[in-house]
Every structure is written in structure tokens, then in C-alpha cells.
């Protein structure tokens, strides 16, 4: 009986095993691989709207069940077979691979090579110098010089001979912020408070201030959310170098602003005393870096040397980056207050090229957004950029004083200023000596 309970038990488990068995082919049944397979794509560069055949199997027939997407950004398909599409390339695409998606199945192809293009337009202002608010086809700026932008794609303006602060909506109208429109020191409402060549803007989205450097009146501005001016470190119309709370600080001539950290502290290019100062949410206002002997030193807080920074602008990986304009370079402080030289040689020229071959003339305004950099090269006429690689390349302007829109390489520029960049990756320059704002766009 023990035998046969026992071989009775072991065919048992048998049957078990098999049914498990079998049941476990009746779960996972193999799947046919249904997703497409691209294996070329021709043209494999070119800029945006180009006319691209991509080739391969397991495609469809049916124009709605397939996508293409270029680096990301989803192109428009304007044919398809079961193994053929063709496809228009995005704007703002960049370098990167092909995807092909068909139903819910993708397959990812080879790196289409993007050509970018550039080109400037006109936004707001009439080229002549003078103040009127109102619409683009009507607006006046005086010698704009730095811009801020907000969350809602609304640009601040330093209107430095107008002695205003303007903002610009995204449909290009006008209107002032705060200044009476004449020279001096008040704080107050909007229509009582006066500026004296304010030279830079700068937007503190946690707090909603806008801060102002005051050139003139050597002093940091700061404004409230419906205009309303009060003096947040210096005293007015006196240059000095003091580090201590706000009102009795002293600065000389700053020309740029910058908010950064969940404190928003806000840092200064204090371009009289060639040095970089942060004003912190104690009001006390301390030297970041630097000293106020001109010079061209990397290092470390006041071991570093600047000659005359003109404009400051945080990047989104905790980098200070400055237009050391006397020096003719771009330099870049760490949070640790460690001041490096990014590009450029300390004398002035043009050249493009690596970070340590390229010549700029005069840099003042910069944009630090999304891994980049966007530099207005005043004295060159130009528009410059420096990628993460720090490799720089002109991106507008012909290098002779003009007003001309079009193709970034035929573009002219008098002496331009301030460059901030909306949600849209497009930038704006304030066109100093034109008295108008650009648009730049890289598409």
C-alpha cells in the first residue's frame, strides 16, 4: 500500500507540473515584434522645414496612426506606406535622433544633424529716440538698456534717458511702470518716483519685486508689484564702497542686477567699484566678489578681479555669469565664490571660436538661460553666443552700426544692449543706440 500511495503521489505531481506547464503557455504566447524599423533617413541635416524620406518597414498606410518626432519635437507627416514617410522637420528641433511611432509600437532611427537659423525682426519702437507709450507701431524708448521678464512673458525695460522703467506685453504694447520721466532721486508712487539713468532690471518672481539698478544715483532700486519705488540699499547721488545694511551701503555706478535663490538675494554688478555685490534678504548688502582694484585675476571671492562688469545673470545650474565689458571676456562664480574666465582674452576684438581663442569688444548685456549663453557685443555690433561647450559663434548682426532686420548674418544693431529670453527660447535685445526692441529667434 506505501508503494503504491507513493507512486500514486508521484503522478500526481506529474499531472500538476504538466498543467502548470501548460497553463503558463496558455499566459505568455510569444508576440509578434510589431514595432517599426527605420533604416535611413535622407536628407540626414538640414535647418527647419526640411522635406526629410525616412525609409524602413512595419510602417502603416494610414497618415493618422503615425507620428515622427525630431530630437523630441513632433514633426508633421505628409505621407506615409508601410515602408516609407515623409516628414517635415520642426522648428527648434536640435540635433538628435528620429522617432518613428506607429499605433502604440516606436522605433527610434540615426541623428538628424539640425541647422539652426536666426533671424531679427523688429518687435517694439520706432528707431527714433523719444517717449510714447502704446502699441509697437507707436512706442518710444530713449537709450533702452537692460530688460527682466516675468512669468507671464511681460518685459521690464531700463528706459535709462527717459529715466522710466517700461513694460512691454507679449503683443509688443507699451507702457510705463514707474518714473516721473525726469531726472533724480524719490521714492514713491509711480508717478512720483525718479530714476537716474536706471541702467538694469531684474525680476524677483518669489516676492514679485522688481529691482532697478539706478547708475546715477548709485543705488539699488526696488519696486513693487504696482510700481511703487523705494530705495533698498545706497545713498542716493553718492558713489562709495560700503558693505553693511541696505541704507547705508554704498555703491558706484552699478549697471547690472540679478535675483537668485529661494531667498532671492540679489546680486549686483557694481561696475564703479569692479566688483560683484549681493544684497541679501537681511537687507545687508556684502561684497561676492572681487575687489575695487580693476584688474583681470581668476580666483576666489577678493582675490578676483573684474574692470568694470556691466551685466550679471544666474544660469539654471547655480553659475553667476558676468560681462566683464573693460576686459573684453565673459567670467563665470560658483556659489563658493570661485571666478573663472569662461571666454574671450581681455583684449578687445572679434573672434569667433573655443572659449580661449575668442575675441569680443565691449560685451554688456547677457542671457544665462538653459545651458547657454547669449551676449550682446556692443562694440562688435553683434550678437554672440557660447554654447555648454563655451565654443562661441556669432549669431546676428554684421558687425557695422545699422537698423536691418532679417537673417541673423545681414541683421545690424547700433550698439546693443540689455538680452533677456521668454518661455518661448526666443530672445529680445534692447537695440540701445536705435531706441528700439528686437526679437532674435533661433529656430
Known amino acids: 500500500m506505501i508503494r503504491i500511495s507513493q507512486f500514486m503521489s508521484s503522478v500526481s505531481v506529474l499531472f500538476l507540473l504538466i498543467g502548470f506547464a501548460s497553463c503558463k503557455d496558455d499566459k505568455d504566447p510569444v508576440v509578434p515584434d510589431n514595432s517599426p524599423i527605420i533604416n535611413s533617413i535622407a536628407p540626414d541635416n538640414g535647418p527647419k522645414g526640411t522635406v526629410v524620406t525616412i525609409t524602413g518597414s512595419k510602417f502603416s498606410a494610414d497618415p493618422a496612426a503615425v507620428q515622427v518626432f525630431f530630437n523630441g ?18 522648428a527648434k528641433a536640435g540635433p538628435g535622433k528620429v522617432r518613428v511611432v506607429v499605433g502604440s509600437e516606436s522605433g ?16 517694439t519702437g520706432l528707431g527714433v529716440a523719444g517717449f510714447v507709450d502704446g502699441d509697437a507701431s507707436v512706442a518710444k524708448f530713449n537709450s533702452p538698456r537692460g530688460m527682466a521678464i516675468d512669468q507671464l512673458d511681460n518685459i521690464y525695460v531700463a528706459d535709462e534717458l527717459n529715466q522710466r522703467i517700461r513694460i512691454i506685453a507679449p503683443n509688443g504694447t507699451v507702457t510705463t ?3 516721473s520721466g525726469l531726472a533724480g532721486h524719490a521714492d514713491g508712487t509711480p508717478g512720483v518716483a525718479k530714476f537716474n539713468s536706471p541702467y538694469d532690471v531684474a525680476y524677483d518672481g518669489i516676492n514679485n519685486f522688481i529691482y532697478v539698478a539706478d547708475k546715477a544715483n548709485h543705488c539699488l532700486r526696488r519696486l513693487s508689484i504696482s510700481g511703487y519705488a523705494t530705495t533698498a540699499a545706497g545713498i542716493p547721488g553718492t558713489a562709495g564702497y560700503v558693505d553693511g545694511p541696505g541704507t547705508s ?16 538675494s540679489v546680486y549686483i554688478a557694481d561696475a564703479g567699484n569692479h566688483c560683484i555685490r549681493e544684497h541679501n534678504y537681511l537687507e545687508i548688502l556684502s561684497t561676492f566678489a572681487g575687489s575695487t582694484v580693476s584688474g583681470q585675476q581668476d580666483g576666489i571671492g577678493a582675490s578676483a578681479k573684474f574692470s568694470a562688469p556691466a551685466d550679471i545673470d544666474w544660469d539654471t545650474s547655480g553659475y553667476l555669469y558676468v560681462t566683464d565689458k573693460v576686459n573684453h571676456n565673459i567670467r563665470r562664480i560658483s ?17 569667433d571660436g573655443d572659449g580661449f581663442q575668442a575675441l569680443f569688444n565691449a560685451p ?8 547657454g549663453l547669449v551676449v550682446a557685443d556692443v562694440a562688435n555690433q553683434r550678437i554672440r553666443g557660447i554654447d555648454a561647450m563655451l565654443k562661441v559663434t556669432s549669431l546676428a548682426g554684421d558687425g557695422t552700426q545699422g537698423w536691418g532686420d532679417g537673417t541673423g548674418a545681414i ?3 547700433k550698439n546693443p544692449g540689455g538680452v533677456v529670453r521668454d518661455s518661448n527660447g526666443d530672445y529680445f535685445i534692447a537695440d540701445t543706440g536705435n531706441h528700439l526692441i528686437r526679437k532674435l529667434v533661433i529656430d
Open 335 to 351: 556659489m563658493s565664490k570661485e571666478v573663472t574666465t569662461v571666454a574671450g582674452i581681455g583684449i578687445a576684438g572679434y573672434q
Open 177 to 179: 511702470f514707474c518714473g
Open 249 to 264: 551701503a554704498r555703491l558706484n555706478s552699478p549697471t547690472g542686477v540679478a535675483v537668485e535663490g529661494e531667498l532671492a
Open 108 to 123: 527610434t532611427g540615426p541623428v538628424f544633424n539640425f541647422v539652426y537659423t536666426v533671424s531679427v525682426s523688429t518687435f
Open 364 to 371: 554688456e548685456g547677457i542671457s544665462a538661460m538653459n545651458g
Open 411 to 413: 541683421a545690424k544693431f
Open 73 to 90: 519635437v513632433q514633426a508633421s507627416v505628409t505621407s506615409t506606406s508601410a515602408t516609407e514617410i515623409v516628414a517635415i522637420v520642426p
